[in-house]
């Protein structure tokens, strides 16, 4: 679903790389560090992360993620965990990586870096929808759009309700794109549920977007009447897959 009639393009999120956890576990945590990259030092960030990735490589660092960039100097790096007690265990983990990197290494790496934040969200599988035979494969997929729905408090369950409708409709029609969803937990100004699609470049996806839009849009306008009376705002984003920033695992 990635446009709803309005103008909404959901997410239907970013890293479906590990999406087949969220299916088979229902919900799949995630954990978020984000870095706010100094403009100036840009190119130093990049080739300090990812001599950071390859490090992890070589170490058999235990927990994958996924980097991505909004494109205005915030990088994100989105680890799927088992459980909060995880994050201390990772980071735990991530101080051997940079003591192994070296202090003089760290210390210039640091100076790249603004400010750091970090969030969780859940994937939920009942409101996404993964089709078995999708028209992006991963191993493509190089851009993101997703969107920040708030809603009123006390709205979720109608939220997902809705959410399930949607995907119902879709994978009745033969829809072939990936949609993702999630709750938004910890930094979060709540409730708020995430959605996102993903795309070989942004052109295909502005190109397949209106192909949705044609196809669906009558759907959706209908769908939007109940809505927008759940929603308190709506936030628009975009990014771009940093694959050599990225460390899959071993």
């Not at 190119?43 to 980097?67: Q, R």
């Not at 459980?83 to 003089?104: P, Q």
């Not at 938004?184 to 699609?197: E, K, Q, R, T």
Request: hydrophobic share 40%; proline share 2%; aromatic share 18%.
């Amino acid at each position: 679903m990635k446009k709803l009639y309005l103008g909404f393009i959901v997410i239907l999120l970013f890293i479906a790389i590990n999406s087949a956890n969220a299916q088979e576990n229902e919900k799949q945590l995630w954990y978020c560090w984000e870095e706010v990259v100094h403009p100036t030092l840009i190119n130093e960030y990049w080739e300090l992360s990812k001599e950071l990735s390859e490090l992890c490589k070589s170490e058999g660092y235990s927990y994958a993620f996924y980097a991505w960039t909004s494109g205005n100097f915030k990088y994100q790096y989105w680890h799927p965990i088992n459980s909060l007690s995880d994050i201390d265990k990772l980071e735990a983990e991530w101080d051997k990586i940079i003591a192994k990197f070296g202090a003089e290494k760290t210390e210039k790496w640091i100076k790249t870096i603004q400010s750091t934040n970090s969030r969780t969200i859940t994937e939920i599988s009942d409101l996404s929808f993964y089709p078995a035979n999708p028209r992006v494969v991963m191993d493509s997929v190089n851009y993101m759009e997703f969107q920040e729905f708030y809603i009123i408090p006390g709205k979720g369950k109608e939220f997902e309700k809705m959410m399930k409708k949607a995907v119902a409709h879709i994978k009745s029609e033969g829809h072939s794109d990936s949609w993702h969803v999630a709750s938004g937990g910890l930094g979060y100004d709540g409730p708020v549920y995430i959605g996102w699609a993903f795309d070989k470049n942004k052109k295909e996806y502005i190109i397949n977007d209106e192909i949705f839009s044609k196809k669906y849009g009558d759907f959706f306008k209908e769908f939007n009447k109940d809505f927008v009376k759940i929603l308190r705002s709506v936030e628009r984003k975009e990014a771009w897959f940093a694959r050599d920033l990225s460390y899959f695992g071993n």
